[in-house]
């Protein structure tokens, strides 16, 4: 399947209803002082990248943000709808959240992710995250909480 990954808007109705299986697929899973969502109008904010993906045929499959602070960039609501798991959409999502924070000159992204996300967790590790400490203000004692960091080389300028 084709798929192209591209910048979106966070309120369109494609993007709440992905956004809105994602937090119903977490939802009962987590203690909510250990789950950390952000609303599609929190997704607007000037410091957050969104990103779709969507088949060539133009159904959204999937999401990713990328919330950049001073030091570091973050992912957030990466999602792939079940039906089309399984054939590296989730991997190009990342790829492109990576590329944006390289293209801003981050040189680490960080995450936090569910430890019940069994499948997310591989593919953070098979990316090469690595597992970190608490960052931010998320807790620093939790069970339900994993979170990782990955090095990103960033890219020098053409000519140098």
Do not use: W
């Not at 808007?9 to 987590?30: F, K, N, Q, V």
């Amino acid at each position: 399947m084709a798929i192209t990954v591209k910048p979106a808007d966070p309120l369109s109705t494609e993007a709440r209803e992905l956004i809105a299986a994602l937090d119903a697929g977490l939802s009962g899973h987590y203690d909510a002082e250990n789950n950390f969502p952000l609303l599609p109008e929190e997704l607007l904010s000037d410091d957050i990248d969104f990103f779709m993906a969507e088949t060539g045929s133009g159904k959204k499959v999937g999401t990713i943000a990328l919330r950049r602070y001073p030091d570091y960039a973050e992912i957030k609501r990466m999602f792939v709808t079940p039906s089309a798991r399984g054939q590296g959409i989730a991997r190009q999502l990342l790829e492109t959240a990576h590329e944006c924070a390289r293209a801003k000159g981050y040189d680490r992204v960080r995450l936090e992710t569910g430890s019940l996300q069994h499948a997310a967790i591989a593919l953070y590790e098979s990316a090469g995250y690595v597992r970190r400490p608490a960052f931010g203000d998320y807790p620093p004692e939790s069970d339900q909480n994993i979170y990782f960091e990955l090095a990103i080389p960033v890219k020098e300028a053409v000519g140098s």
